[in-house]
C-alpha cells in the first residue's frame, strides 16, 4: 500500500504542470461546421477545415477575395445573409470570424444556447475549445496548440513534427489499419502484439514504404506478421544519458513507450523513469558505491527470466551501458541464455561534463588522446595504469572518483604529471543543479575531504583543461585559493 501512495504521489502533477484544456479530436466527416465572417481569418477557418472531410457552411452578407477562393477551393457553402442563431441548427461546431469582440460575443452567445462548442478567432476567453496548428498525415493527424505563448510555439513545434513524420505517414497507417485484424487474431499475446507494432512501423516494413516501395512494405509486413507468432522477448540495454531528459536520444524514447518492463539504475532520473509507457513495470536495480541494492549476478537473471517470459525489456542505465556499465556481464547472460538483446548508446558522462564546461578534450598540438578510467577496479583498488598516458599529453576523464581523488592525484605526480596540470570536476553533469570545480592536480587531493560533494563527479585531468571556460567554477581548494588572493 505505501509503495502506491508513493507511485501516486509521483505520478500527481503539480497544477502548473498540468493542462488548462483537454486535448480531444471531433468527429467532423459529412457534418454542418459553420464559419461566420468575411475576411482573412474566415478563409483561414476554411482552409483548416478543408484538411477534413467536414460540411463547410460560410455565414456572411459579404465576403471578401481571399475567402471566396478558400470556399471556391473547398466547395463549401456560402450564405449571403446576415448571421442568425437558426445557422447554428445542426452544427458539429462553430468558429466565429467577425474580427470585432461584440460581433463574435453575439456568435458565442447563441452558439452556447444552442449547446454548439465555439471559437472565436484570437479571443481565447470567449472560446470553448481552442484550434492548434495542424500535421496532416490522414488517417494521422498531430494538433499543437499552446494557450500560453500563442501561435509562434504552435507553429515551431508543427515544423519540427512535419520534418520528422514523412509525407508517406498516413499510407504507412492505412498499411496498418490492414493488417489490424490479422494481427489481432494471429498475435494472442498482448505484448508480443505491441513489438509486431512498434517494428512494423519502426523497421524494414516503414522504410520499404517510405521508398515508395508499397508492395515490398506489405510484403516485409506480412513476413513480420508470420514471423511473430510465439517470439521470445527481447532486452534493450539503452543509455539514459546523463540525466537531462533532452539528451535522451530518440531511439531511448521509442524503446522506452514500448517496454513492457524497465529495469533501471538508481542514477537514472525519475523524470526519465516516467518516460516510459504508463502500464510498463518498473523495476529498481540500483547501484552506487558501497551500497550495491541488487547484486549484478541478479540482475543477470532477472533480465534473461524476464524476457525468457516473452517480455520486452528496456535496461536503463545512467550514461552509456558500454562505459563502466556493466554491460559486458549482462550482455553474457542473455547469450548464455539465448536471448536477443541490442545495445542503445547514450551520452556518456565525460561528454556532458565537457559541453557544460566547455572543456575541449582533444585539443590540436595539446592533446591528441583521451583516457576514460574509473577511480576503481572490480577490486576497488585505485587504479594508477594510465598515470604514464597523461604523461604523454592525453586528457583523462576520471569517474566515479571522488573518494579517491587524493591517491589518484599522488599517483599521478609521482608518475611525473606536473603538480599544476589543470584539473576541472563537474558534479551532477548536465542536471539543473550541475556544480563545476577548477583547480590543479597538486589541489584534487582535497576533494576526498570534501564531503558536501556527494553526488556522482567527473574528473577532468590534462592540459587541454587549461582551454576550458571555467571563469565561473568553484575553486577546487577554497582555502588555498584565499591565501593566494589575500597575498
Known sequence: MAGSLETKAKALKKPDARLDVFPAFMKVAGRKVLVVGNGGEAAAKVRLLGETNARIVVVSKTIEPDLREAIEL???????????????????L??????????????????RIMGVPVNAVDKPELCDFYTGALVNRAPIAVAITST????????????????????????????????????????????????????????????????????????????LLNSMAGEPGFVWLVGAGPGAEDLLTLRAQRLLQEADVIVHDALVPADVVAMGRRDADRIAVGKRKGAHSVPQSEICELLVR??????????????????????????????????????????????????????????????????????????????????????KGATVAVYMGRTVAAAVAGRMMSAGLRPETPVAVIENAAHPDERQFAGTLRELAVLSDRAEVGRPVLIVIGEAVGHAALDKAEPLAPQRAARIAAA
Open 148 to 223: 500560453g505563448v500563442g501561435p509562434v510555439l504552435s507553429r515551431h513545434i508543427r515544423a519540427r513534427i512535419e520534418a520528422m513524420l514523412p509525407r508517406a505517414t498516413g499510407e504507412l497507417a492505412r498499411l496498418a489499419e490492414s493488417f489490424r485484424d490479422a494481427a489481432t487474431k494471429v498475435i494472442r499475446d498482448g505484448a508480443l502484439r505491441r513489438n509486431f507494432w512498434a517494428r512494423f512501423f519502426s523497421g524494414s516494413v516503414a522504410a520499404n514504404l517510405y521508398a515508395g516501395k508499397t508492395g515490398a512494405a506489405r510484403s516485409e509486413a506480412q513476413r
Open 306 to 391: 524476464l524476457a525468457g517470459e516473452g517480455l520486452k525489456v528496456v535496461r536503463l542505465k545512467s550514461g552509456d551501458p558500454m562505459v563502466f556499465g556493466r554491460a559486458a556481464e549482462e550482455m553474457e547472460a542473455l547469450r548464455a541464455g539465448g536471448i536477443g538483446f541490442e545495445i542503445v548508446p547514450g551520452v556518456t558522462a565525460a561528454f556532458a561534463a565537457a559541453a557544460s564546461a566547455q572543456i575541449p578534450l582533444t585539443l590540436r598540438g595539446v592533446a591528441s588522446n583521451l583516457v576514460f578510467a574509473t577511480g576503481h577496479n572490480a577490486k576497488s583498488e585505485t587504479l594508477p595504469d594510465w598515470a604514464d598516458l597523461a604523461l
Open 94 to 111: 462553430v468558429f466565429s470570424a467577425r474580427e470585432d469582440w461584440k460581433l463574435d460575443k453575439a456568435v458565442v452567445d447563441a452558439a
Open 74 to 92: 473547398f466547395e463549401a457553402e456560402h450564405i449571403a445573409e446576415g448571421f442568425r442563431p437558426a445557422h447554428l441548427t445542426d452544427a458539429a
